[in-house]
Nanobody, 113 residues
Framework: QVQLVESGGGLVQPGESLRLSCLAS????????MAWYRQAPGKERELVAT???????NYVSSVKGRFTISRDNAKNTVYLQMNSLKLEDTAVYYC???????WGKGTLVTVSL
């Protein structure tokens, strides 16, 4: 059984930074790509960033240049460094292993004045 546990969310002001972490249990982490999604109030869940097992990354256009996804296979952890946060980044952020049913429960990021 694979479990994903996100952490690092919080309340910040515009322009500030946060780093999210997602700890994965089980032995499949290093062999799989990982993804961060987010869901803002009243909106559909959207893909934010992905990282392959060898570290290739992709981002949704709205976060390019501000967010960085990374992974530490020794720690079974994927990160999302979020800089220059904007009001519209407010959402619950979820960790996912692509093409599997494995999702975390999410961590709330609130960007507010």
């Amino acid at each position: 059984q694979v479990q994903l546990v996100e952490s690092g969310g919080g309340l910040v002001q515009p322009g500030e930074s946060l780093r999210l972490s997602c700890l994965a249990s089980g032995s499949i982490f290093s062999r799989n790509a990982m993804a961060w999604y987010r869901q803002a109030p009243g909106k559909e869940r959207e893909l934010v960033a992905t990282i392959t097992s060898v570290g290739n990354t992709n981002y949704v256009s709205s976060v390019k240049g501000r967010f960085t996804i990374s992974r530490d296979n020794a720690k079974n952890t994927v990160y999302l460094q979020m800089n220059s946060l904007k009001l519209e980044d407010t959402a619950v952020y979820y960790c996912n292993i692509p093409r599997t049913p494995y999702w975390g429960k999410g961590t709330l990021v609130t960007v507010s004045l």
